[in-house]
């Protein structure tokens, strides 16, 4: 008889499998035409400049390098290249404030192992990061929502918010948010860093969508407002903007949390992979990585386009939605009555699919609201989707 297993840690709590990738193994069919997922589009990876690069990287004369275990902190030609990416979004950044991160899911994780104990408030917008939710759910975070509108988080709310919590940090995607595709505009993300510093209140900004812009001009980041340099961590990735399966994100700390944040990845991997890394960074240096992020914007304010087209007649009357800038998502909220799990249920049989929202809210979710990603179908499958969930609705 199989013996029991050893009794589970008591930071497992009631931690769970993410519900949207329960969503979206029901998406998987082939048939399906599905707004659920978040993934960059795979045809347009640059997977020959990738391919190219590993070649390079694994070339015999420098392959034992690429082999080898590395520094913790990342490699420092690719260190050098990101700290450039984040200075020309207006983040003043030198190579030895960054840490190479596998994904910018591990800088989250690493934040929690170096900042929350069990029982400390985090704020979070409301919806916010699913997987950051279950990150510091999983250090026995408490999570406490920030109440949100179409601009995202309200500043004004934080002063309260702090002094009844006393939250370690506010954890927030200001730039076209997953899910909600929101954007904090300037006047917002100057007031928050006014706040956080009269209030000592850490930031951890997580912007993987930032440079997917379609229309306006950018946004300086949170850590570049006057008073947030020294109090916010700044995340990002090459997920959205190269390749996920590269497994690439980094974090920009100041010293006090560099050195925590340096050991916390020692203990949990060592170092992201060599070689990963290095062709990472010598793709970078192939090619030329602003001009790939414009042809994904091309392609992908085409398939927003699309998708905001046609999403009233899919709609029920009376549903509403927004229309991001950038990024990958929209957020639609059906009319009173609705719920938007039972109208996935209908519109799976209808082969056409989207993620309800309820998830992503740290509390009391919002039965009504929806996310739909469109950068994985091209605009003819768009059109078709919605013409399934038109159908779904008008069946539920
Ligand atoms: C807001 C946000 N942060 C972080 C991540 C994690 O990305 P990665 O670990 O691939 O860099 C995602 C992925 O969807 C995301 O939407």
């Known amino acids: 008889m199989a013996l ?3 009794a589970l840690s008591r930071r497992l709590g009631d931690v769970r499998s993410s519900p949207v990738r329960d969503i979206l193994e029901l998406t998987q069919r082939a048939e399906v035409i599905s707004f ?3 993934l960059p589009a795979p045809e347009l990876f640059p997977a020959e400049l ?4 590993f070649a390079r990287a694994l070339a015999p004369a420098v392959a034992a390098r690429a082999l080898q275990y590395s520094s913790t902190e990342g490699d420092p030609a690719l260190r050098a290249l990101l700290a ?3 200075c020309g979004r207006g983040l003043s950044c030198d190579a030895d404030e960054l840490l190479v991160t596998t994904g910018s899911q591990q ?3 690493l934040i929690a192992a170096v900042l929350l104990d069990p029982g400390d408030a985090v704020l979070v917008e409301n919806p916010s990061y699913l997987a950051a ?3 510091f759910g999983f250090a026995g975070a408490r999570l406490v929502p920030v109440p949100c509108d179409e601009d995202g988080l309200d500043p004004e709310t934080l002063p309260a918010l702090i002094a009844e919590h006393a939250p370690k940090f506010l954890y927030i995607v200001p730039t076209f948010q997953n899910p909600t595709g929101r954007t904090l505009p300037q006047a917002r993300r100057a007031r928050l860093a006014e706040i956080a510093a009269e209030h000592g209140l850490w930031i951890v900004e997580d912007d993987p969508y930032g440079e997917l812009r379609y229309d306006g001009a950018p946004l300086a980041p949170i850590g570049a407002q006057p008073g947030a340099a020294d109090r916010t961590v700044s995340v990002s990735s090459l997920s959205k903007v190269l390749a996920p399966g590269l497994r690439l994100g980094w974090l920009r700390a100041p010293p006090a949390i560099l050195g925590p944040l340096t050991i916390a990845k020692q203990a949990a991997d060592l170092h992201t992979s060599t070689v990963d890394q290095i062709a990472a960074r010598t793709s970078l240096e192939l090619a030329d990585l602003d001009a790939h992020i ?5 392609e992908y304010r085409r398939r927003r386009d699309a998708l905001l087209d046609g999403l009233a007649g899919a709609l029920p009357a009376g549903a509403t939605f927004n229309r991001p800038d950038g990024g990958m998502f929209v957020w639609a909220r059906l009319p009173a009555g609705w719920d938007a799990a039972r109208l ?4 799976l049989e209808h082969d056409v699919a989207f993620v309800p929202g309820y998830p992503f809210f740290a509390r009391e979710p919002d039965e009504r609201t929806l996310r739909l990603s469109f950068t994985t179908h091209v605009p003819a499958e768009i059109a078709e989707g919605l013409a399934r969930l038109r159908r779904a609705t008008a069946a539920s």
Not at 294 to 298: F, P, Q, S, T, W
Not at 344 to 347: H, I
Request: proline letters at 11%; a positive charge.
């Open 4 to 6: 029991p297993p050893p």
């Open 36 to 38: 659920a997922g978040g």
């Open 50 to 53: 990738i391919a190219d690069a």
């Open 84 to 86: 450039a990416r984040f």
């Open 107 to 109: 800088a989250l994780g």
């Open 133 to 135: 939710l279950q990150c």
């Open 294 to 298: 414009a042809e994904l914007c091309r």
């Open 344 to 347: 996935l249920r209908t519109a």
